[in-house]
């Protein structure tokens, strides 16, 4: 089994894809570790606010067969190879797929943005602050702490089959820090 982590946004009917994609996943992969859920500005495209997770899971699945997977499930929830321009119905990309780091059937191993945007490295440092980020050296939590960036998110309630994904605490402590100014 080979543990990987999952980047899963929307900006379209965000809720509803996002559980969608969260669903189909668990069919693909199996029992999930998710992340809390945060919201920012979009990145990259021209378009709405995203909401942003973390899906981890172990996986018999050779690297080929999961993209296929991911891009079925993207494509089920109405993802098309040139979306309407800042319309994200789902979006879902391999982060990390074992250890592998560097070049791998036409994916950068770990995905860039891991280390780039908050939205992706905030997540994955609460859902696997242990875990090593392939090739750096570095836990996904010193990666966090160390980030220098100065994008906007901020975690938002979601429920997922009856299942708050974002602790209160979590919400209320980042909104006392924006209160704060901190």
Same mark, same amino acid.
């Given at each position: 089994?080979?543990?990987?982590?999952? @980047?899963?946004?929307?900006?379209?009917?965000?809720e509803?894809?996002? @559980?969608?994609?969260?669903?189909?996943?668990?069919?693909?992969?199996?029992?999930?570790?998710?992340?809390?859920?945060?919201?920012?500005?979009?990145?990259?495209?021209?378009?709405?606010?995203?909401?942003?997770?973390?899906? @981890?899971?172990?996986?018999?699945?050779?690297?080929?067969?999961?993209?296929?997977?991911?891009?079925?499930?993207e494509?089920?929830? @109405?993802?098309?190879d040139?979306?309407?321009?800042?319309r994200?119905?789902?979006?879902?990309d391999?982060?990390?797929?074992?250890?592998?780091?560097?070049?791998?059937?036409?994916?950068?191993?770990?995905?860039?943005?891991?280390?780039?945007?908050?939205?992706?490295?905030?997540?994955?440092?609460?859902?696997?602050?242990?875990?090593?980020?392939?090739?750096?050296?570095?836990?996904?939590?010193?990666?966090?702490?160390?980030?220098?960036?100065n994008?906007?998110?901020?975690?938002?309630?979601?429920?997922?089959?009856?299942?708050?994904?974002?602790?209160?605490?979590?919400?209320?402590?980042?909104?006392?820090?924006?209160?704060?100014g901190?």
């Amino acid at each position: 089994m080979t543990m990987v982590f999952l @980047g899963v946004g929307s900006n379209t009917d965000r809720e509803h894809f996002l @559980g969608r994609g969260l669903d189909a996943l668990e069919q693909l992969l199996g029992p999930l570790n998710v992340s809390p859920v945060f919201e920012s500005d979009a990145v990259g495209v021209l378009g709405r606010r995203f909401l942003n997770m973390i899906v @981890g899971a172990e996986t018999h699945l050779p690297l080929s067969d999961l993209t296929s997977g991911l891009k079925a499930i993207e494509a089920a929830c @109405g993802r098309r190879d040139s979306p309407s321009p800042g319309r994200i119905t789902l979006d879902i990309d391999v982060l990390t797929y074992g250890n592998l780091a560097g070049e791998h059937q036409g994916l950068t191993l770990p995905r860039p943005e891991v280390r780039r945007n908050a939205f992706v490295l905030w997540p994955l440092a609460l859902l696997a602050p242990h875990a090593i980020l392939p090739g750096s050296g570095h836990t996904h939590a010193e990666l966090w702490a160390d980030w220098q960036g100065n994008q906007a998110l901020w975690p938002v309630a979601f429920e997922w089959r009856g299942r708050a994904l974002t602790p209160v605490e979590l919400i209320q402590a980042h909104a006392l820090r924006s209160t704060l100014g901190r």
